[in-house]
């Protein structure tokens, strides 16, 4: 039986969560609401809903700016980057955890604490190195900086590190090469882990705007959804509502994508897969 | 097949885990690498299965030099202590596993692996996850998940110690029955020495690297090689007095008389240790011959084991209930031919007659 104070107690915790929730869920709400009223709605304030569905909004965004082609880039540019990130993230990970090098635990250590470069500093260094390459203005510009990341590599090495080697010795003897026993043991039992990595680096490199409004700078063509969608704002002059149809199309697949990985990402999570 | 090693050695920076070990395991026979902990048994294993290089020394599997194969190419299957079962997997996966590494197809590899599976009495748990399995279907899939592939020998490390004990004697009966039909060498690493003379063809016992005797189960008892052998095999332990060799007869330390033993080839006057197995010290009424007093009795069974004094050693000996003596009894000691054996008191080696 529940006592008095322990219910006063669960009620508080939950009113905190809901508030939380809230401060949340309303700019979003906000967002997604106005971008379904026409403009004289959004300025008069007399109805917080609105009074139709309207989808000219979306249509008006979708068409006056080069939405089609921020949307093919977005798609592009975060699909390779995250391939390639998991890639590179689950081979260091594994020579960092299980392969005998010298130096290895002091190669690392030095990567690790290069995460506390500011990455502004890094940008510098970055676009030197793009223009030397040639690819300044080209979409590989936005792509070939992102396709490693030490912090990715460290969660995953923590979890490889958490594998014993009896394992790695039982996948030899059941005649595995090193290369098998990585993408069908390790791999495999990294699943969450590996699940929350991709999500992350997806947000991070559908959201990624500094860098891209640098790169872009010199080819409009190559722009992604958010640099596309502060360009839009000032290339369509002031319409709220078109604002809100344009970010609400640049967060909507995330949103998705959430929802499909939720799963994954609260189990990769609560397992400590992320602490650190 | 056969499995040979040759002058092995294996050095961790100052340990040496196996020192100059040779032998040979016949075709098809159950061995027991037999010892106490720490002294390489593990180390033994790990190299037949390529999982650690060896230091000097050679392997041969039948006439193939193996000392430098990496282990994917061994054909061994190899128990792990904590089984090391692929955790994601569901039994009949983890069992697939080897085949899937050869790319038998799935059909045929999900067939096998069924096989092998009702072989070891885990066909009904197919679909679970090994952390849903109780330690000993674990170890039962370890077994069919080593043995699917057909291996040339198998490999097992203490595969038993993480049981109960009667789930360890069922599966123990188990590991022989399976041994028996698939005709496969095996080389079982066991530190009890009641699990290893209740199972196995061949015992060979090491101490601190070193093999000290390598024989028929059967012979480590009857017939060790050292004082070593003598005392890690058998339960209740040989009973051990020291003293003095003369003339045929054993002088036990602070006692009056001497024991007679018959000829050895020793020098007179040099320490050894007399030892007897507890069945093999006969006990009678007081007649005369060496005298000894009954310190304590425990009745076990239809047998009573008498403790007796002889200076400052104690012997153990197996007596009848109906004529076993009372305690503070003085009774008359002597030994059979069988199960007793003089040994160097120094250097443990063994004199014959
Ligand atoms: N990787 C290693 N590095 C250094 N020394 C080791 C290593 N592995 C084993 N040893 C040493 O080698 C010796 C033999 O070890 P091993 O594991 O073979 O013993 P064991 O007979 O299997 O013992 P147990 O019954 O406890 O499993 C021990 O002294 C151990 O400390
Ligand atoms: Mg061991």
Partial sequence: MKNKTDRVKSFMQYLTLFIGAAIMFLPFFWMINSSFKTEKELLSFQSFLPKQLLIDNFRQAWEMGDFPRYFGNSVFVTVVCVALTMFVTILAAYGFSKLKFPGRDLIFTVLVSMMMIPYEMLMLTNYETIRHMHLFGKIWSLIVPFTSSIFYTYILRNFFLSVPDSLYQSARIDGASDWQYLWEIMVPMAKPSLVTIALLDAITCWNSFMWTMLMSSGNRNIRTLPFGLTAFTSEAGVHYNLWMAGATIVVIPMIVLFLFCRKSIITGVSRGGLKG | ?353
Avoid at chain 2, 6 to 13: A, H, M, P
Avoid at chain 2, 132 to 138: I, K, P
Avoid at chain 2, 281 to 293: A, L, S
Avoid at chain 2, 297 to 304: I, L, M, R
Wanted: hydrophobic share 35%.
């Fill in chain 2, 1 to 353: 097949m056969e499995v040979r090693i040759e002058d092995l050695v294996k050095r961790f920076d100052d340990v040496v885990a196996v020192n100059k070990v040779n032998a040979t395991f016949e075709s098809g026979k159950l061995i027991a690498l037999l010892g106490p902990s720490g002294c390489g048994k593990s180390t033994m294993l790990n190299m037949l299965s390529g999982i650690m290089p060896v230091t000097e020394g050679k392997i041969y599997f039948d006439d193939r030099d193996v000392t430098m194969l990496s282990p994917d190419k061994r054909e061994v299957g190899l128990v792990f202590q904590n089984y090391a079962l692929y955790p994601h997997m569901s039994v009949l996966e983890n069992i697939c596993f080897p085949l899937k590494i050869k790319r038998v197809p799935k059909a045929e590899r999900i067939e096998k692996a069924k096989e092998y599976a009702r072989m070891v009495h885990i066909d009904d748990y197919l679909d679970r996850l090994p952390k849903e399995l109780s330690g000993g279907q674990q170890q039962r899939v370890a077994i069919a998940r080593a043995l699917v592939k057909r291996p040339k020998l198998l490999l097992l490390d203490e595969p038993l110690s993480n049981l109960d004990a009667k789930l360890r004697v069922e599966m123990r009966e188990e590991i022989r029955r399976i041994q028996r039909e698939s005709g496969v060498t095996t080389v079982f690493v066991t530190h009890d020495q009641e699990e290893a003379t209740s199972i196995s063809d061949y015992i060979m016992l090491m101490k601190l690297g070193v093999k000290q005797q390598f024989a028929k189960t059967r012979n480590l008892y009857n017939d060790p090689a050292n004082l070593f052998v003598a005392d890690f095999i058998g339960n209740p332990t040989i009973n051990q007095l020291h003293g003095i060799y003369e003339k045929g007869n054993f002088r036990p330390d602070a006692y009056e008389n001497a024991i007679p033993i018959g000829r050895y080839q020793i020098e007179d006057g040099s320490r050894v240790v007399f030892a007897s197995r507890p069945e093999s010290v006969i006990v009678e009424k007081k007649n005369g011959k060496t005298v000894m007093e009954v310190e304590e009795t425990y009745v076990s069974g239809k047998d009573t084991l008498c403790v007796l004094k002889a200076g400052d050693g104690r012997l153990r000996a197996y007596v009848d209930n109906d004529s076993a003596p009372q305690e503070k009894d003085l009774v008359s000691v002597s030994f059979r031919d069988r199960g007793v054996f003089v040994f160097n008191e120094e250097s443990g080696e063994r004199y014959y007659e």
